[in-house]
């Protein structure tokens, strides 16, 4: 399943600025960045609940904020691209 993965963490303190790091870096091991606060990652049921479970453990619920949306398939259908970004084709080999 592909999900959409947006947060915005407070980075008013050094923490703050850590966990930001920190829930970037574990969206990172799923899919890609398509904005700055945005991810685009292509999972399984298994591999989707442990990307939750890590991604709220590094949030603080009363100063950050998480959304996570199941896009669904077909993405043809459901997702549309304009402008100079060219999404990887998970379906292909992905060499980083």
Do not use: H, W
């Amino acid at each position: 399943m592909m999900v959409l993965v947006t947060y915005d963490v407070s980075t008013l303190t050094s923490e703050g600025r850590r966990r930001l790091r920190r829930v970037a870096k574990t969206c990172l091991n799923y899919g890609q960045r398509v904005q700055m606060s945005v991810f685009e990652c292509k999972v399984d049921a298994v591999k989707y609940e442990f990307l939750q479970q890590q991604l709220l453990a590094e949030i603080n619920e009363e100063e950050d904020s998480l959304r996570i949306y199941r896009i669904l398939e077909p993405l043809e259908k459901n997702v549309l691209e304009f402008g100079k970004f060219t999404a990887a084709d998970f379906e292909d080999t992905l060499i980083i």
